[in-house]
């Protein structure tokens, strides 16, 4: 299994216990896959560079995990079809990578 890290751009006008929801229904998704979780920050909202489907702000929540690459293929495309979630990146951490050199 390989380590992975995916930023979500969720919605700002989400409620707090539907947007907990939701990334606890992505966390799910992995531990279902046969991923492991790792860690889970909630960076809150914050403005954006530039618009992005209309929205000025984005909430940011970043989740760092270890899964097979089917789970990540899942997981993004229950991202994709999520409401909340408008803007997504997911990319694969360096092996044995520390976050002080990140």
Request: hydrophobic content about 35%; glycine content about 6%.
């Amino acid at each position: 299994m390989r380590t992975y890290e995916t930023l979500l751009l969720l919605s700002p006008g989400l409620a707090e216990e539907t947007r907990k929801q939701t990334v606890d229904a992505f966390c799910d998704i992995l531990d279902k896959q046969g991923g492991k979780v790792a860690e889970t920050d909630d960076w809150g909202v914050r403005n954006l560079a530039y618009p992005v489907s209309k929205q000025t702000k984005g909430h940011y929540v970043r989740l760092v995990y270890d899964a097979p690459s089917q789970a990540v293929e899942e997981l993004e495309r229950n991202i994709r079809i999520s409401d909340g979630v408008f803007k997504f990146l997911t990319v694969k951490l360096a092996d044995k990578a520390e976050p002080e050199e990140a």
